[in-house]
């Protein structure tokens, strides 16, 4: 384990030794998740706890269905009814899972800027360019800024969380919200990989014009020299500029396409040896990117793009799970795209389990447990 992953380690037991201990004597997670506690009726708040979720309502970009910037929202509201017994790791409720506030101040510059947005988007699907219309040129001059005032302010909630010691993850918000984090990470890890699900390769050059589009999230990623490696599963849409940029990145980047996958499987293939496949790819240190669409759209009808194929809920947690028992140290992860529907609360219900069983396994890729 290198030097960062065993201070992480070390500093994390620390905050989960500090945590008030009258509250864990007093708290019964058999009980109903009460809602004047943090994120699944947990006793720590995040200023204390060994992970710390950074909520980032955010969907400037996004270029399909809107919905994403009340993931956060929605998934804190679905946690509550979340059962807390994870078979895997007993008492894991124990580690410290904490929410920070969602920032109002965030959400509302979505909600400023996401109208400019789709204005912007109307006119490109009409012919029009920046180059051609000024005012076009004005709009995303405009909203870049906006979306690296976002970032900013991620890696700054991620800074102000890693210097105390605590893991931080993202909760989008669309998938470029994580970029922050990953930023600071890099500036604090010499070599690191990222575990990328998504039906999308998300390695657009600045789609649509805008520099930081959620379909543009890994291009902006491996722009940082620390990040050895990006491996991508369940991709099954994706443009041939994506498919050429992995075909010519003479390895850092590999795709374990959706389409290839279930050819291994329906030939007889195990899960097992797939994930033994993917999990050989990664470094020592492994972020976790996880844009729900990466699941099969049954559990996940109301993101923004959903695609048919993808994995199903514990095919996917297996494979983080063979991660974490592999050895390999989970620096910090992600969950973004999930979006409430009208009818109903599904995507926040499966956004919120995910959420718990991530947090979970990258304690035990830490050796919290």
Avoid at 52 to 73: K, M
Avoid at 150 to 179: C, F, K, Y
Avoid at 247 to 259: K, L, N, T
Avoid at 352 to 369: E, H, I, P, V, W
Wanted: hydrophobic residues 40%; contains cysteine; proline residues 5%.
């Amino acid at each position: 384990m290198h030097d960062v992953s065993k201070c992480l380690l070390t500093t994390a037991i620390h905050l989960r030794e500090s945590l008030t201990m009258t509250d864990l004597r007093t708290f019964d997670p058999n009980s109903v998740g009460q809602k004047t506690e943090n994120i699944f009726g947990l006793p720590f708040t995040a200023d204390e706890a060994a992970i710390a979720v950074i909520p980032v309502p955010w969907e400037v970009t996004v270029s399909y269905r809107e919905g994403t910037a009340s993931g956060p929202e929605a998934i804190l509201a679905a946690s509550y009814q979340v059962d807390l017994y994870d078979p895997d790791y007993v008492d894991a409720w124990r580690i410290g899972l904490a929410m920070e506030e969602i920032p109002t101040e965030l959400r509302n510059l979505n909600d400023q800027m996401r109208p400019t947005a789709e204005e912007y988007i109307g006119m490109l699907e009409e012919g029009h360019t920046p180059e051609d219309h000024p005012l076009m040129k004005q709009m995303l001059e405009k909203i870049n800024a906006s979306c690296e005032k976002m970032n900013e302010w991620v890696q700054e909630r991620a800074a102000a969380q890693l210097d105390r010691g605590a893991i931080a993850a993202v909760l989008g918000g669309d998938h470029s919200t994580p970029l922050g984090l990953i930023r600071e990470l890099a500036k604090r890890h010499d070599s690191f990989g990222i575990l990328h699900i998504d039906a999308h390769a998300d390695l657009r050059d600045a789609y649509e014009g805008f520099t930081y589009s959620h379909a543009s999230i890994m291009f902006n990623a491996i722009k940082e020299p620390s990040l050895t490696k990006l491996v991508q599963v369940g991709i099954r849409d994706y443009c041939e500029m994506e498919s050429d940029l992995v075909a010519s990145s003479d390895g850092r980047i590999v795709s374990f396409y959706d389409r290839d996958i279930k050819t291994k499987m329906f030939e007889g293939m195990s899960w097992m040896h797939i994930c033994q496949e993917i999990v050989s790819q990664l470094p020592d240190e492994v972020y976790v990117s996880f844009d729900i669409d990466g699941l099969d759209p049954k559990l996940c009808p109301n993101t923004g793009t959903p695609v048919p194929g993808g994995l199903e809920y514990e095919q996917a947690l297996y494979l983080v799970r063979m991660v974490a028992e592999s050895g390999r140290v989970i620096i910090g992860f992600d969950i973004n795209e999930v979006a409430p529907g009208d009818e109903d609360e599904w995507d926040a219900n499966v956004g919120a389990r995910l959420l718990y069983r991530l947090a979970n396994l990258t304690a035990k890729s830490n050796d919290q447990f």
